[in-house]
């Protein structure tokens, strides 16, 4: 091993052996350069062909390729000193011991450790999942190593928008077309974890009853115009998107749900006055909630109950309720 200047057009960019980084941000890296210059050495691994393998330091590469420097401080490695999986080691315990990888990265992991250097799944499930934080799961294994099917610009969208993996893995079995038209509704809005999943499911389901494509169902039912308004925040856009498809998946409790709140509304209760029942009708119980801070706003809503109570509204609720 030995640490030299090297000429940055030397170094084999397009070899990506053993790289796990994805869609880095260089922006900080840049600046630290420019003030101080690289202070770690990037590691190179020199080949039989005579051509330079990026070991450690792919950042720090771009950071200097990105600000036109001519050279960068390496330690190289003869191929007799260093082997590909000992190279893509190293890569893997600079990087998780430094950072957090993002959930494309251990994708990346994964499958190259499966692929390129054949280790066995019970090797990757019990040593390498722990190092990166993960469970020893097969379940998590696999569905790591489904991601393989996603398309890059979906991979990006995946980090850019900090995705679960439960979410990545269900847009996963999505064709890359279907993709694509996924990622034209989703960039529009952030959903968190659980209302992504249900989204997605909600179009699977759709897509699978009327025996029609996803992107037939985007188009149909114009997802793509309810989210692309500016104006209206992420999560009213994530709102409509739920209340649209769920009342095309599932039109008969759709029609409940406007039935109790046409029921409701006929109560005339204050505007800060919230009768709320369970979505699915499966709870037997109402709640009824109400925000006062004067002793009349009290008596309204108490006025407003019993005139309901006299002209039989409530009972009228409680029957069509238990229906």
Wanted: hydrophobic content about 40%.
């Amino acid at each position: 091993m030995i640490l030299q200047f090297i000429q940055t057009n030397q170094i084999n960019s397009s070899d990506d052996s053993f790289r796990v980084t994805f869609s880095p941000k260089l922006e900080e890296l840049k600046n630290s350069i420019k003030s101080v210059g690289v202070i770690n050495p990037i590691t190179l691994r020199h080949t039989q062909e005579g051509t330079y393998q990026l070991v450690t330091g792919y950042k720090r590469f771009l950071a200097c390729q990105e600000l036109n420097r001519q050279t960068i401080p390496a330690l190289i490695y003869e191929p007799h000193d260093l082997s590909p999986m000992q190279a893509f080691l190293y890569n893997l315990h600079d990087n998780i011991f430094t950072r957090t990888l993002n959930v494309i990265e251990k994708f990346n992991v994964c499958l190259k450790l499966i692929k390129v250097y054949a280790v066995s799944e019970e090797e990757v499930v019990r040593q390498y999942l722990p190092l990166m934080g993960e469970e020893p799961s097969y379940k998590i294994l696999h569905q790591y190593l489904a991601l393989e099917q996603l398309i890059d610009s979906m991979r990006s969208h995946v980090i850019e928008t900090g995705m679960a993996l439960s979410s990545a893995n269900r847009i996963a079995e999505f064709s890359p077309s279907t993709q694509m038209s996924l990622l034209s509704v989703l960039k529009h809005v952030d959903p968190s974890t659980s209302k992504l999943n249900e989204l997605l499911t909600l179009i699977r389901e759709i897509a699978a009853r009327d025996g029609t494509s996803v992107e037939e169902i985007l188009q149909r039912y114009q997802l793509l115009t309810i989210v692309a308004d500016p104006s209206v925040a992420a999560p009213e856009k994530v709102q409509a998107l739920r209340q649209t498809l769920r009342s095309v998946r599932l039109p008969h409790l759709t029609e409940r749900q406007h039935q109790l709140t046409s029921l409701i509304q006929g109560l005339q209760l204050p505007d800060s006055a919230k009768l709320i029942a369970d979505p699915y009708f499966e709870d037997p119980k109402l709640k009824l909630e109400y925000q006062f801070s004067r002793p009349d706003e009290l008596n309204t809503l108490i006025t407003k109950l019993q005139e309901a109570f006299d002209k039989q509204q409530w009972q009228q609720i409680f029957e069509w309720y238990r229906v």
